[in-house]
């Protein structure tokens, strides 16, 4: 009974590769969110869709782009992955798009670029 | 730019004690501030949230203290326990009728909390 949940939980690759993290969330959410959290444990946010439309899109390289074929599902695809994007990504799910909704996050992606 | 400032980074407490983190916002539009919680290997979870028309709001062992003059808010952990360890977060986020600000959270740096039995 997984609230959101994320594959894989550890990613280990080359400098270069593409690779995609997927998430999916069983909470009937209308938004979901992917965050980036780095070796200093800084949170922050990359991207955040409602009803599949893309609604937040921070500063992020074109390398990454964020997919989400129904409001269930939001996925993260990364081009020619760099040593910088080594991190834990996490996928967050809220009941609307406003502040103040609460959300959920999953347990995370480890990604690690050699 | 970093819009919410946590502090301290780390805390050491011993059982039975108090646990106290402090936050620092700047952008005044700011409506909503929620701390999390995360355990190693975990993904943060919502441990007690506040809006700014209450300076205070009480969970259990968890107080928000919410000063808006100051921009400032922090939260309270009485008689800190062992399971309490961990990285506690504070956050902010804001309406924005017209800007795609709705529902982005903005973090702090995190504390790491360490409660000695």
């Known amino acids: 009974d997984t609230a959101v949940s994320q594959t894989p939980k550890y990613l280990v690759t080359q400098m270069g590769n593409d690779k995609s993290i997927k998430c999916e969330q069983n909470?009937?959410?209308?938004?979901m969110y992917w965050y980036k959290q780095d070796s200093k444990k800084f949170l922050k946010i990359m991207f955040s869709?409602?009803?599949?439309?893309?609604?937040i899109n921070e500063t992020v390289p074109n390398r990454f782009s964020p997919k989400s074929p129904d409001k269930a599902h939001l996925n993260l695809h990364i081009n020619s992955l760099e040593l910088g994007d080594s991190a834990v990504y996490f996928c967050?799910?809220?009941?609307?798009?406003?502040?103040?909704?609460?959300?959920?996050f999953g347990p995370g992606t480890r990604l690690t670029v050699l | 730019q970093q819009q919410v400032k946590q502090s301290p980074q780390s805390l050491i407490v011993q059982k039975g004690g108090i646990s106290i983190i402090n936050c620092a916002y700047e952008?005044?539009?700011?409506?909503?501030f929620p701390w999390y919680q995360q355990f190693p290997g975990k993904g943060p979870a919502l441990l007690i949230a506040?809006?700014?028309?209450?300076s205070e709001k009480k969970e259990g062992r968890f107080t928000i203290s919410f000063n808006k003059s100051a921009k400032q808010f922090s939260l309270h952990i009485m008689d800190s326990q062992p399971g309490d360890s961990a990285t506690y977060f504070c956050?902010?986020?804001?309406?924005?009728?017209?800007?795609?600000?709705?529902?982005?959270?903005?973090f702090g740096q995190g504390t790491i909390l360490t409660v000695h039995p």
């Open positions: 967050a799910s809220s009941q609307a798009q406003f502040s103040g909704n609460t959300q959920y």
């Open positions: 952008n005044t539009a700011f409506d909503y």
């Open positions: 869709y409602n009803n599949k439309e893309l609604i």
């Open positions: 909470l009937g959410h209308d938004t």
């Open positions: 956050a902010a986020s804001h309406r924005n009728a017209g800007g795609t600000s709705y529902g982005k959270l903005t």
């Open positions: 506040i809006r700014p028309d209450v």
